[in-house]
Every structure is written in structure tokens, then in C-alpha cells.
């Protein structure tokens, strides 16, 4: 069964506090996604990684920045949390589609309050 | 304006009804069309994709894209209580780096 694990499901951080989210895949997938997903906006994708170490900003990458040191590790950052960052943030990783289209797995998601 | 634009609802509709989701899509570079389902305090699932223009029928699911006019649908045919949960379209081009840019997501209630 195939698997993106977040670890966390719920955090609480200060505002100003360095925060770390990570996500960890299985299936020996290429590409790695975060997103953030907010009511009425839908999943809106802040970075992804196409290989280790490589990484290409999505469409709202400000405040953030991530890291792909292994190939099944992909790294959320947020510098210096915000309250405009508290959302539901969701990692997914999917192999490379080439001519043909694969499907996208989703981590169940970290809900991130910044107060 | 967004590459794909969806209704967020949301929707509600009685048990057994057809339920229609629509999406529209600007980037006519876009090959591959997809629905994702949530369902609460969960990650999206895949639930059906299509290349290009077409159909695709999988079970009570009917997925349409109508490139001519950017659109794309999903059907739901005797609609269940269980398919209550938030439908996302998603669209990709054709390339190497697998990334899907999504709908905001439209919320379906069946009543019973």
C-alpha cells in the first residue's frame, strides 16, 4: 500500500518560530508537492522537487523554502511563521508522468495554527 | 485569473440525484485532466483522469473534457450519502515534471 507520511497532524506554533514540516514517501517517486490548501482557494502549490536536491518554486513560494537532502525526504519550511501561514498544508509525491499520466499520493495533511 | 477555475458550492443535493461538477481551464497547453476526492480531515484521492478530450466512465463516475471550450466535468450518477466530500479538478501539461495545478475544490453534501 502506498504511502506520504506527514508528521504531524496538528501543530501550534508563535509567530516568528522557525517551523519545520515534513513528509516522507514510500514509493520511490521523482516528484515531490507541497501545497496549501485554504477555504475557498483550493490547493495552491508552493514548491516542488523533481529530483534530490532539486527544487522549483510553485505559485506561492514568499516565506517559504524546502528541502530535498534524500529522495524519499521533502522538507517544508517556514522561516519566520506568520499568521497569514496558518492553513491545512499537504505533501504529495507522484512518479514522473512521461507520456503517460500517473496518479498524485496525498500525506493527510498538517493543520498549522500560527498564533 | 486562475489556470482552473471551480465553483466551491457549496452543493447540496437529495440521495440519487445526478450531480454535475464543472471546471473551466485557460491554458490550452493542458493535456491531462484529473478529479481528486476529499473527504474531511483527509488528503485527496485520485478519482478518475482523462487524456485530452474525451469521456470515461468508471462505475456511477463519468468524467468529460471538452477542449474546444476548455471544460471539464464530472458526473455522478444515484448520487450516495458516502459521496458527500469535496471534488477537486486538476489540470497538467504534457511534461516531465508532474506538476498539477488544481480547482479551489467544490463541496458536495447527498442528503439522504
Known amino acids: 500500500d502506498v504511502k506520504v507520511t506527514q508528521s504531524s497532524r496538528y501543530l501550534v506554533k508563535r509567530t516568528g518560530e522557525k517551523v519545520f514540516l515534513e513528509c516522507v514517501q514510500d514509493?520511490?517517486?521523482?516528484?515531490m508537492f507541497w501545497y496549501r490548501q485554504d477555504p475557498g482557494l483550493g490547493l495552491r502549490l508552493i514548491y516542488f522537487?523533481?529530483?534530490?536536491?532539486?527544487?522549483e518554486k510553485g505559485d506561492i513560494p514568499e516565506g517559504y523554502s524546502v528541502s530535498r537532502e534524500k529522495k524519499e525526504r521533502f522538507s517544508l519550511i517556514l522561516e519566520s511563521a506568520s499568521t497569514n501561514q496558518t492553513s491545512m498544508y499537504l505533501c504529495?509525491?507522484?512518479?514522473?508522468?512521461?507520456?503517460?499520466?500517473?496518479?498524485?499520493?496525498f500525506g493527510q495533511g498538517t493543520r498549522l495554527t500560527v498564533v | 485569473q486562475k489556470e482552473v477555475e471551480q465553483d466551491p458550492g457549496p452543493l447540496s443535493v437529495p440521495e440519487g440525484a445526478i450531480v454535475s461538477l464543472n471546471c473551466t481551464y485557460s491554458?490550452?497547453?493542458?493535456?491531462?485532466f484529473m478529479w481528486y476526492r476529499q473527504y474531511s480531515r483527509k488528503g485527496p484521492e485520485l478519482l478518475m483522469y482523462?487524456?485530452?478530450?474525451g469521456n470515461k466512465e468508471d462505475g456511477r463516475f463519468t468524467a468529460q473534457v471538452d477542449k474546444s471550450s476548455k471544460y471539464i466535468s464530472l458526473f455522478i450518477r444515484d448520487s450516495q450519502p458516502s459521496d458527500s466530500a469535496t471534488y477537486l479538478c486538476?489540470?497538467?501539461?504534457?511534461?516531465?515534471?508532474?506538476?498539477?495545478?488544481f480547482g479551489q475544490g467544490t463541496t458536495l453534501q447527498v442528503k439522504p
Open positions: 482523462t487524456y485530452s478530450s
Open positions: 491554458n490550452s497547453a493542458f493535456q491531462y
Open positions: 522537487s523533481y529530483d534530490v536536491k532539486m527544487k
Open positions: 486538476a489540470s497538467q501539461f504534457s511534461g516531465n515534471t508532474g506538476k498539477l495545478i
Open positions: 504529495a509525491s507522484r512518479d514522473t508522468p512521461g507520456h503517460k499520466n500517473t496518479e498524485a499520493f
Open positions: 514509493m520511490d517517486h521523482e516528484n
